[in-house]
Structure formats: structure tokens, C-alpha cells
């Protein structure tokens, strides 16, 4: 797993180990990005679910102005750090602690744009959804980027999805 485009591009990252972790595979992640690239520009991000961090920090070597990591494992959490050290972009990173979607209630800021690339048996997107709504995290003008492994439906409470594409087994749905 390495980091695709801008100031980190090529630097190569730690994956999560073991049968319950699902890493973005670098086409997704390029093809994300490719699609995110309008809205990167000093984009304030929100990676939820974070893993080692990958989405964040390629938002972040992209032009996004910061970027906050979620993440319950404190194994993950360790290794999103020590990815962020990798590739230099630690003063713009903060790593937040906490079960989802419960924790989002301790983020008091609104992002541009937010990321979830959930747990393959994670099976609580309308809960996580109206949680961003109901905490207001996501920005006027920002969306919401899920990866999942099966269909979503078009409406999501209180988002509404404009775009989806299907990479193999992998899914990739932008609501606004």
C-alpha cells in the first residue's frame, strides 16, 4: 500500500494485519481521489473507521488542509500514527479514539468532506448517516464517501447519494 499522488506520493505505508481488515486497494483509492480532486483543495477531512489511515492520508499529500483519523482499535490507531510519521503529514492530523458511530458526538468541527471505509460486517450505515446529520460534522457543500462491500440504498437520512461505482466486490457511494 503506498500513497498515490502530491507531497507523499510513493511512500510506502503499513497495512493492517488479519481477516476482519478490508485495505482501499490503490485503484479504488485512485479512483476516489480522482473524483474527490475538485473538492481537495484545503479541504478540511473526517476519516471514519480510519484503519492505517490510507484515505486520510492520501486526502492530506492531495492539498486537503487537515484531515481527522476515527478509529476504536488502539492497534490501528498506533499504526495510523506511525503513518503519519512516514509520510510527514502529522501537523495536520489528529487521531481520535472511539467506537463509531457513538463517538462522532466528541467532534465539535464541520468537515468538507467525510470518509467511512467501514469493517466488512459493519451493517449500520443509517445509524452512522443520521449521526453525521444529527451532528451537523458534515459542511454545507461537503459529502459523504462510503465504501462498502454490498449495495446501499439511494437515500441514506439525511443524505441523498449522487454517485455510486463498483470496483469488483467493492462499492463506492458519494452522498451530499
Known sequence: MRVIAGIAKGRRLESPEG???RPTRDAV????????????ASARVLEL?????????EALSRGAQSCVFVEHSPRAIALVRRNLERTGL???ARVVPG????????LSEEFDIIIAD???EFDSYKELA?????TGLLAAGGVLVIEHGRPLP?????????MARQYGETYVSLFV
Open 99 to 106: 467506537r463509531l458511530p457513538e463517538s462522532l458526538s466528541v
Open 49 to 57: 473507521f480510519a484503519g492505517s489511515g490510507a484515505l486520510g492520508i
Open 29 to 40: 483509492k485512485e479512483s476516489i481521489f480522482n473524483i474527490l480532486a475538485p473538492r481537495l
Open 154 to 162: 439511494d437515500t441514506l437520512e439525511p443524505f441523498t447519494r449522487i
Open 90 to 92: 502529522q501537523g495536520q
Open 118 to 120: 467501514p469493517p466488512y
Open 19 to 21: 481477516d476482519d481488515v
Open 130 to 134: 443520521g449521526k453525521i446529520g444529527e
